[in-house]
């Protein structure tokens, strides 16, 4: 499977996630549009609320590979 930074763009994922805060879709059916599990997606959330502005995916995987990493 390609990764979600290759599926879609920064602005795709955020209107998406946009669109699950507001209670238009669903988080089961929005992880599987973007093919990750749980705990990514509540990842990426976080992510998104911290910084909406300058939000994009690939800091999002950058900032969990230095946490993961202390």
Do not use: C, W
Not at 21 to 34: A, F, M, T, V, Y
Not at 45 to 62: G, H, Q, T, Y
């Amino acid at each position: 499977m390609k990764q979600l930074h290759k599926k879609f763009t920064d602005f795709q994922i955020k209107d998406l996630i946009t669109r699950y805060l507001k209670k238009k879709i669903e988080r089961k059916d929005l992880q599987k549009i973007l093919g990750i599990k749980k705990t990514r997606f509540f990842a990426l959330i976080k992510r998104l609320k911290e910084d909406p502005e300058n939000f994009s995916v690939l800091k999002a995987i950058i900032n969990s590979i230095v946490i993961s990493i202390k």
